[in-house]
């Protein structure tokens, strides 16, 4: 067991460094001086009619004999009303209201509504052994039922919360419980391999570290009583940026490697590092047809699961288990990150993601009351009734509607890679045109080190911008390295609307027999200034399939599709667009050691030589989804349709 030598930890640790300085939107001129108090949140108002008594601890067995426990907050009232619970793992005394996101549980109660949030298996005050995902499916159905039958309930369940709590609500929904009416996941993915733990066969470094040992590993610890091992977890968290130069993975330290009692799920997704039988058994895009309840999904653009979230909506509407779950599916996709709803003056979200205003907050309270007054109590107020999706378009700070995704009006316009794809520093930029390349053109290289990789700035990680790549950030830093190969257009002639997702086919060699090939869309502005939109990552072995992996023949060209990540931005006129190509983007994604041997099991790395073609027998392009113009949006949410 080894740090892998003192050179790496150096190189390593000081990649992380610069990479977590860029993160937090150092030198971007943001100043938290006046943020407020996080007691500032919730808001006082908009309370129903209700008055509201809290049961504590309220048990719940399931059909294995194992107790969990709720607080339940029933209304005063001679009426039987709906449910609306929440089952977390995050305490259910937080109830996820802060940093900025749900009003609270009583808020919800007022409303005439009885709502009940439980502690998961072997979380909070429940008993049982915690494994992610290993339980939800069962337990989610038994609470529902459970939930559905307490005094007081009229029968009819509704469920909320975000992440972890949004699979939750899956998980649940694919056990098609009777007494399921709907369901409201903010924040969260499709599958739990894909687009979760890993992404086009990278893991997700940045996001699962950090959140095995400072959140859920520290919160079971302390669920069985074993305090030294969530002291030192929490301890191990704080100084996360030490942890993520550690290799090998399977023998990594925090966790107790060989320990079953500490983290064997988090080894277990180690070893599993294709889409295999153990994450099948929990994917929610292969159940669709299973899910009988109606759906309002909430997403952000930079969300570490907005690629889950928009496939959970269009897979539902084209799959979902009956007439009703087809047509009641809505999908509100915002200018936030994973914690970052647009609260005002928060100090949780990237500088420049944090300039939209007011209209930018998250509309999830109001909405989501809405929702299940339409779909619980039967009012008539128009927020379904046929596919939806809500969008804000960044960069004109509006809010425009469509009724699917991808958007109908979607003009799919490629722009070809050519010339010269060096570095910004070496003062040559490549470019990206609509001309398909007609003559040879030489292909462009650089020299991928997994001991010196490309750090992040900005991305799709988690949690919170102050400790993962996540949200927008100037890429100056990054473009100026050599491994580094920028693409861009002429300036915008108009303004122009790009929303939708993003592909990118890359015709690429490697001296490797595996690496790792990124691709990243960035918005430039006249001055020069530059803002990531989404980016994406394809591992080579993975190139063909998520489940069964293959090696690459060194000096090979291969054609890879990299999925960039979807983005909603306003490109204004003289503005231009480019993509990054590269290697690495640590520590959003572990770097690839090119060597071929199987995930996280040994520290080797080697050195690759990086082939970029853009010629006509490689024509290496970037499909973007271009909008025309019209609808020009409103500042306002558009609550009813």
């Not at 067991?1 to 003192?6: D, V």
């Not at 949030?117 to 069962?138: C, H, K, M, P, Y």
């Not at 109590?377 to 960044?394: E, H, I, T």
């Not at 473009?479 to 303004?495: C, F, G, I, K, N």
Request: glycine share 10%.
């Amino acid at each position: 067991m080894t740090l892998c030598g003192r050179g790496r930890i150096a190189r390593v640790g000081a990649v992380v460094a610069a990479a977590a300085l860029v993160a937090a939107g150092c030198g971007s001129g943001g100043d938290n001086s006046t943020t407020p108090a996080a007691s500032s949140w919730p808001p006082t108002g908009g309370r129903g009619s209700c008055a509201v008594d809290k049961q504590e601890n309220v048990p719940a067995t399931m059909r294995d004999g194992v107790v969990l426990k709720s607080d339940v907050y029933k209304p005063k009232t001679s009426d039987s009303v709906p449910v609306i619970l929440m089952r977390t793992q995050y305490g259910k005394t937080a109830a996820q209201i802060q940093p900025y996101r749900y009003q609270t549980p009583d808020w919800f109660a007022s409303h005439c509504y009885l709502v009940v949030v439980q502690d998961i298996r072997g979380q909070g005050a429940s008993a049982g052994t915690f494994t992610e995902f290993g339980n939800d499916l069962n337990d989610g159905y038994d609470s529902v039922e459970w939930a559905a039958g307490l005094p007081g309930s009229n029968g009819k369940v509704g469920m909320y919360g975000s992440s972890y709590v949004g699979a939750t609500q899956w998980l649940a929904a694919v056990t098609a419980p009777p007494h399921l009416a709907t369901i409201v996941p903010a924040n969260t993915s499709s599958d739990y391999y894909d687009g979760w733990n890993y992404e086009g066969g990278a893991f997700r470094l940045a996001f699962v570290e950090p959140w095995a040992m400072g959140t859920i590993g520290t919160s079971a610890a302390l669920n069985r009583g074993d305090t030294g091992t969530a002291k030192q977890l929490a301890a191990d968290e704080a100084d996360y940026s030490r942890w993520l130069g550690f290799r090998p993975y399977q023998q990594f330290p925090p966790l107790h490697p060989g320990d079953p009692t500490i983290a064997p799920w988090f080894y277990d997704w180690i070893s599993h590092s294709t889409r295999d039988d153990y994450w099948k058994q929990w994917s929610i895009r292969d159940r669709y047809a299973n899910v009988k309840v109606p759906v309002l999904n909430f997403e952000g653009w930079y969300d570490a699961f907005l690629a889950g979230g928009v496939e959970n909506f269009a897979g539902m509407v084209a799959n979902g288990g009956t007439p009703e779950a087809r047509a009641g599916q809505r999908l509100v996709l915002g200018p936030w990150d994973h914690l970052g709803w647009g609260r005002a003056d928060t100090n949780i979200t990237t500088p420049m993601l944090a300039t939209g205003g007011e209209a930018a907050d998250s509309p999830i309270n109001d909405l989501m009351l809405a929702w299940y007054d339409h779909f619980l109590k039967g009012k008539d107020n128009k927020v379904s009734g046929q596919p939806v999706v809500d969008y804000f378009l960044m960069g004109a700070n509006k809010w425009k509607s469509a009724s699917a995704w991808p958007l109908p009006n979607t003009r799919w316009t490629t722009y070809y890679l050519s010339g010269k794809g060096a570095s910004s520093m070496q003062g040559r930029l490549g470019e990206l045109t609509t001309d398909a390349p007609k003559d040879p053109q030489q292909p462009d290289r650089y020299e991928y080190d997994p001991l010196n990789p490309v750090p992040s700035a900005g991305g799709h990680s988690c949690c919170a911008a102050s400790t993962g790549p996540q949200g927008p950030v100037d890429q100056y830093v990054v473009e100026q390295r050599s491994d580094v190969l920028t693409y861009t257009t002429a300036p915008m002639t108009s303004d122009t609307e790009l929303t939708g997702p993003i592909r990118m086919t890359l015709w690429a060699a490697s001296t490797a027999t595996d690496t790792d090939f990124t691709a990243k869309l960035v918005a430039v502005a006249p001055d020069g200034s530059t803002m990531n939109l989404n980016n994406g990552i394809i591992r080579a072995a993975f190139r063909d399939s998520l489940e069964h992996p293959s090696p690459i023949v060194p000096g090979q060209p291969y054609k890879y599709s990299i999925d960039i990540w979807p983005t909603s931005y306003l490109v204004k006129a003289g503005y231009k667009l480019r993509v990054e190509v590269s290697s690495s983007d640590f520590p959003q994604f572990a770097p690839n050691p090119n060597t071929g041997d199987p995930f996280g099991l040994n520290a080797n790395t080697q050195i690759a030589t990086q082939t970029i073609y853009h010629d006509p027998d490689h024509p290496s392009a970037l499909v973007l989804p271009i909008i025309p113009a019209g609808d020009a949006g409103s500042s306002r949410f558009p609550l009813e349709h």
